[in-house]
């Protein structure tokens, strides 16, 4: 149940860190005042170059053998020094083998689940951040597993349906892919909104305000000549990488996606809806759980959720961890 929602502007510089970070401190307090939110507690994300989450799948192991495969696994699939990073996983579930193996082969079970690592210099930033807006993280999660937390609670999914999420952010756009064995396969594209809006006012010779205005309009029809392959031209990075990520899955795994839901700030920019359906090799949908997701009567910030919900996915996904 969604007992508060809030939402705050951020306008980032890229040149200036110590500006970002304090934006960043005051849309979180912003938020907090207008949710009238009096707990001091804060699950929080993380993402980017140096966050990784994979999946793994052992053979039968003793307990407390798990650990360090888990920590052997980690280092052969993240490009961190051992000294500086984390390390958490979560067996998800079990595949018991055929039968026709024998007895003691049919007893036992490959264990399944993921991993995610981050530089101990990432989460000590993230940590501050949150400290320095009168906050305590008592828990921290990956971005890119949050929107199929809550994917999993609220929509209904197809016996073998093949499904990604597309969340697309400012700065960084998540691809998770859920298969028929429950694993997710996760890629974080470094290229997000605000690339696009610079790159389109560059090609369009405008204003970055302008750029995001006629990114955001509601007439598709828009007058501007040739604005399609401006667009096309603004998002060919992204495109390029979520169809290579895309076409990888489905070689590796033997299975096509069947459909893309596309949540995040930038998931409510209709045009690029219109783009990514016309390029992508299956269904392009805009993704908003908030519909199905019941809110306590006079929750403030109702109004919120119904304007912006493709983009609280992740906030969602994130409130929902038990901890």
């Not at 579930?93 to 981050?118: F, M, Q």
């Not at 929750?299 to 906030?315: D, F, Q, R, S, W």
């Amino acid at each position: 149940m969604v007992t508060a929602a809030a939402r705050a502007e951020i306008r980032y510089a890229d040149d200036d860190a110590q500006y970002d970070r304090q934006q960043s401190i005051s849309a979180i307090r912003k938020c907090l005042k207008a949710a009238r939110v009096r707990s001091k507690y804060a699950v929080c994300g993380i993402y980017g170059p140096d966050v990784a989450v994979r999946s793994f799948c052992f053979p039968p192991l003793p307990a407390e053998e798990l650990e360090q495969a888990v920590l052997l696994e980690a280092e052969q699939v993240c490009p961190f020094d051992m000294d500086r990073f984390v390390i958490d996983y979560q067996i998800i579930n079990t595949e018991t083998a055929d039968a026709d193996k024998g007895k003691e082969d049919a007893a036992a079970s490959s264990i399944r689940g993921i991993l995610a690592a981050a530089t101990t210099e990432v989460i000590s930033k993230r940590k501050q951040l949150i400290k320095d807006a009168s906050l305590h993280c008592v828990f921290m999660d990956v971005n890119s597993l949050a929107p199929l937390n809550c994917f999993m609670a609220f929509e209904e999914r197809g016996p073998g349906q093949t499904l990604a999420i597309l969340d697309i952010g400012s700065s960084y756009t998540n691809l998770t892919v859920r298969g028929r064995k429950g694993l997710p396969f996760i890629r974080d594209i470094e290229y997000g909104g605000n690339d696009i809006i610079k790159r389109l006012a560059r090609e369009c010779q405008i204003p970055l305000q302008a750029a995001r205005k006629i990114l955001w309009s509601s007439d598709v029809t828009l007058p501007q000549r040739g604005y399609d392959d401006m667009l096309e031209k603004a998002c060919s990075k992204l495109l390029t990488n979520i169809t290579q990520t895309l076409r990888y899955y489905t070689v590796q795994e033997s299975a096509p996606i069947d459909t893309i839901y596309v949540c995040g700030g930038f998931a409510q920019a209709r045009s690029i809806i219109l783009l990514l359906d016309s390029h992508m090799p299956c269904a392009v949908k805009q993704w908003n759980p908030f519909p199905k997701i019941r809110c306590q009567d006079k929750a403030p910030g109702t109004e919120v959720l119904k304007a912006h919900g493709p983009a609280m996915v992740v906030a969602a996904g994130l409130a929902m961890r038990m901890f």
